[in-house]
């Protein structure tokens, strides 16, 4: 068919009718001016984030940070919950099949992570698992009905020389602790202050009702390395390790240049 | 002794804020409380996420060669401790500490290893800027 006028003119029609009907479902936050080269500057008066950071040696790693030597308090039914999970004997977690760990075991890995400050926005680069964690500091609030996500929903402030975070929506599939589902309203708190020329401390309180019967704060530890780059990690590059539905840990063994063993 | 001596390097490592192979996976499939010796030729070295895999050709009392298939740290953690994809090559004459599988299969977590050169290959310390 040949493309006269009329016929251009028509799809041109039904091509904006189309747009005119679709806008208001993607309308759900007002239209955003473009950055100004006075917001592109306004960052440079901001704590310098910038970089690659790893919890430092001592600084509360392996997923935990350093809180309450016993851990979080529960109410009894968490308490009740945490001893039938640990009845069950399960040797590993998802993050043996590959599957991040979400908040706030995310920000507790062997791993770097790279800060971005751009307008309106502090964006966390994680090499474990390359995941990325989007913190918007342009103002806007929380939602009221979120999604459910493994890093949930951020927004953040800064206050003097430290960015306050505040997290909410997070996956059932995520947990708070080892054994300890979170609840639907659990809330993350976190607060990232330089406290030196290439150290931060990063002091993070989850308040959970139902699951936590008092704040959980855990302190962690970072060094920045100035000449690090974030390096590329694809769990499923070669995951050898698995657990299976019982909980059961295993490690598939066959020899990647032989025959496949048994 | 042994537990106490592993339990003692667990609150070391612990109180060090030492990260373990954990991050990743649990040590269960492992004997934590054993160690053991295996020696023979590197088969290959897979420098892959999440773990590193050395695939090790290694004669046993019957006189037939079995490959071990060993873990270690990941690529990302073992390149800013000093390692690279060349640290072990095939052909390479090696002995490697291991914790060897629970089930007995011919495998387990590196611990450490020595070259036939006297060369030594850890993967603990800090990591280097």
Redesign the interface.
Known sequence: MRSTPTTVLTSAAAMLTMWLVAAPAHAQAPAKAAPTAADWAALAKLPDFTGVW??????????RGRGTPQGPSLTPAAAAKRKELQSLGR???Q??N?VPPGMPGIMG???PMEFLLTPGKVTIVI??YTQVRHIYTDGRPLPDDPDLKFHGTSVGQWEGNALVVDTIGFSPLTELVANVPHGDQMRIRERFTLTGPDTMSIETTVTDPGVLSAPYTTTRVLQR????TI?????Q?????F?DEKGK???R?D????AP?K | MRTLTFALIVVVLVAAGAPGVAAHHSFAPFNMESEKTVSGTVKKFDWTNPHTWIWLDVPNDKGAVETWGIEGMSPNYLGRRGWTKNSLKPGDKVSIVVRPMRDGSPGGMFVRATLADGRELRQTGQPTD
């Open positions: 790893e919890v430092a040696p001592g600084g509360g790693g392996a997923g040797e590993d977690n993050t043996a590959c890995q062997p791993y090499e474990a390395h100035r000449s690090w390096a590329e990690y694809v769990c590059e070669n995951n050898r390790n657990v840990a295993g490690i063994l020899d990647p240049a032989g063993r």
